[in-house]
């Protein structure tokens, strides 16, 4: 009786199947009448109908079916913007696409995760969690909980959620008593932390909302600050203070020292066929990670591709005065290891105008210093990297490109050693 319920529940009003299903019945039923009819007479214009009629069978049945797997697609997947086509590229071709850990924060991590969702779908994000300006630092000290900021730019690039559903999350509040300045996206992951009991279950359950292609997981769940020491042996504590300063940074350190590193996060590195550091801002969003040393050592076991992005322009109060080869040399005198293995820097033209601006905050183009470079271990990549729209920043389809193409050159180079050896 059970069995029977569930079979007249399909010809419920309002499903949009039953017409499909009808029209798929009729299809077999001409195929196998003709089929059967054909296969007894004889006389010519006989045959000529019946083949009509199995020829009309194979496109009732053809047509129903589309339309019953459409109808069915629709309710999963309700995305007007999207055929079947690419529902199930993205499903299949992206489920097969390389493990990648993209480490970072900031807008430079959110920029690179927006181009790679295109390449695969096994993304993993590993989020700085010092950040202590903005929304995210009132929200860390009135609530106590890690920055939610970071965290909710990376949740969004990696987003397959309708336009209006991310412009949402990135919406700032510009009045109101206590909300001002504060974005929704901060607010909701808030919320949702105080809801689920815990910041992880948040990003997951945001994750879910956003329905995003990948993972976004902070690099540790303690409450971690950074202080920076610089040339003069000044010391300034605390992420939004530490370009404050007037001399250059000479070491960064994590308080508390011995800062655990997020169980998810070592996973994901330990998993990876790549793994990406950079581009954002150096001492405040990508040498946090590296402080933490159960991460450290994790990348630096690994014998996978392991790739430097280094920043297009300066930035002043962290890197005044840097060279390429002074990034990397950076995040490899703070890891103490040597954690990479490849260098992609960008070669493609600067605009004037944009560098008129640019020089006005004191940022300036980062000086390519191969030679310098590969003394550091480094094979060099260069490449036309960089957007030419109103940011000089890097353009996220062309750098997840050439980010592929250094991928696909490491396993030919692998190929080529491992037929070599044998």
């Known amino acids: 009786m059970k069995k029977f319920i569930k079979i007249i529940r399909w010809l419920y009003p309002g499903l949009k199947i039953k017409r499909w299903i009808i029209l798929l019945l009729l299809g077999v039923f001409l195929i196998l009448v003709s089929s059967h009819l054909m296969s007894r007479e004889r006389s010519l214009m006989a045959l000529i109908i019946y083949r009509a009629l199995f020829t009309a069978g194979i496109g009732l049945f053809i047509f129903g079916t589309a339309y019953l797997i459409k109808s069915f697609f629709e309710v999963i997947y309700p995305d007007e913007d999207k055929n079947l086509l690419d529902i199930i590229y993205e499903k299949r071709f992206l489920s097969k696409g390389p493990k990648i850990v993209a480490i970072g924060g900031g807008t430079g991590l959110s920029t690179i995760l927006e181009g790679l969702k295109d390449y695969t779908s096994n993304i993993s994000a590993i989020v700085t969690v010092a950040d202590e300006g903005g929304s995210s630092g009132r929200l860390r000290e009135e609530l106590g909980m890690l920055p939610p900021g970071d965290i909710r730019n990376c949740l969004v690039s990696l987003a397959e959620a309708s336009k209006l559903m991310r412009d949402l999350f990135q919406y700032r509040f510009t009045e109101g008593d206590g909300i001002k300045g504060h974005s929704f996206g901060n607010l909701f992951i808030a919320a949702m932390t105080q809801v689920t009991g815990s910041f992880e279950d948040a990003i997951k359950a945001s994750s879910r909302v956003l329905a995003i292609r990948g993972r976004v997981i902070p690099s540790s769940l303690a409450k971690i600050r950074i202080k920076a020491e610089y040339n003069d042996g000044s010391i300034k504590e605390g992420e939004d203070k530490i370009s404050d300063g007037t001399e250059p940074v000479k070491n960064l350190y994590l308080t508390p020292p011995n800062a655990q590193a997020n169980p998810e996060a070592l996973a994901a590195i330990r998993e990876a066929d790549m793994i990406i550091l950079g581009p954002g801002s150096l001492f405040t969003s990508i040498i946090p990670n590296l402080l933490i040393k159960q991460i450290t050592e994790e990348i630096a076991k690994r014998n996978i591709p392991k790739l430097f992005i280094c920043n297009v322009m300066t930035q002043h109060g962290e890197t005044d005065g840097f060279t390429a080869a002074d990034h990397l040399e950076a995040l490899l005198s703070h890891s103490k290891k040597n954690i990479m ?26 000086i390519f210093d191969r030679e310098r470079l590969r003394k550091l271990g480094a094979i060099v990549f260069e490449g036309d990297v960089v957007s030419r729209s109103d940011y000089l920043h890097h353009d996220y389809e062309k750098t997840s490109k050439v980010i592929m193409d250094i991928y696909n050159y490491d396993k030919r180079k692998w190929k080529g050693l491992k037929r070599k050896l044998s």
Do not use: A
Request: proline fraction near 4%.
């Open 341 to 366: 293995n490849y260098c992609l820097v960008n070669s493609g033209r600067l605009e004037y105008n944009l560098l008129l601006r640019y020089s006005q905050d004191k940022s300036f183009p980062v």
